[in-house]
């Protein structure tokens, strides 16, 4: 099995290569963000709490984004493995992680990270907002409130993931096919 851990800043350019990583390796592809986007949509119980939390730039409980990652394991119970996007964003949410992969026997393979310039980020986020709607996009004061909560609250993620010698970084500034080419290059020497 292959897990990978997709790992940068918001606008960082995650769930693009995601979308590219899932169809090489035929693999899963798990955002959190997406997600909870769909429970929104849903009307669900969970969007209903997750809704005004996302439109702040704020977290979510890492209770609520660990059952919803769990219950999404088990749905792909024949999968040949997962891309998490998004997740773990918190050092807790990364030890819960652990221990859920650890009780259906499967582990991380490796955590791939993005570099990319705050300036560059938010010129990404104000672009993705004008296309894709989101309104967490198009708010200069919430994007800076998430670079912000990515910085205290997920930068950390990156030494747990160091610790167990499984945390490689990339340059994720160039054209997305060479992008692409950097994260593939470090994932087959894992595989
Ligand atoms: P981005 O990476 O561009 O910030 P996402 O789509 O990954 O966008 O996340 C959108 C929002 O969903 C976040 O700002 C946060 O409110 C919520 N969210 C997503 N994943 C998590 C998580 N793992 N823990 C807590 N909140 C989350």
Redesign the pocket.
């Known amino acids: 099995m292959l897990n990978l851990v997709i790992f940068g800043a918001?606008?960082a350019g995650?769930g693009t290569q995601a979308a590219m990583l899932i169809e090489k390796y035929n693999l899963v592809h798990l955002?959190?963000?997406?997600l909870?986007?769909k429970e929104i949509a849903e009307g669900s119980e969970i969007g209903k709490q997750a809704q005004a939390?996302?439109a702040r730039?704020?977290?979510?409980s890492?209770e609520m984004?660990v059952s919803i990652i769990s219950g999404q394991i088990d749905r792909h119970a024949d999968a040949n493995g997962f891309i998490f996007?998004?997740?773990?964003?918190?050092v807790r949410?990364a030890g819960m992680l652990d221990e859920l992969l650890k009780s259906k026997n499967m582990s991380i393979s490796i955590v791939v990270a993005m570099e990319v310039p705050e300036t560059e980020l938010v010129r990404r986020?104000l672009e993705r907002g004008k296309v894709s709607g989101r309104a967490?996009d198009q708010n200069m004061d919430v994007i800076a409130n998430?670079i912000h909560v990515y910085h205290e609250k997920t930068e950390p993620v990156t030494g747990y993931y160091d610790a167990q010698k499984k945390f490689v970084s990339v340059n994720g500034l160039g054209a997305i096919e060479e992008i692409f080419g950097r994260l593939t290059a470090v994932i087959d020497q894992v595989k």
């Open positions: 918001p606008g995650k955002s959190t963000g997406d909870l986007r939390i996302m730039g704020e977290f979510v890492d984004v996007d998004g997740f773990p964003r918190t949410q986020l967490d998430r």
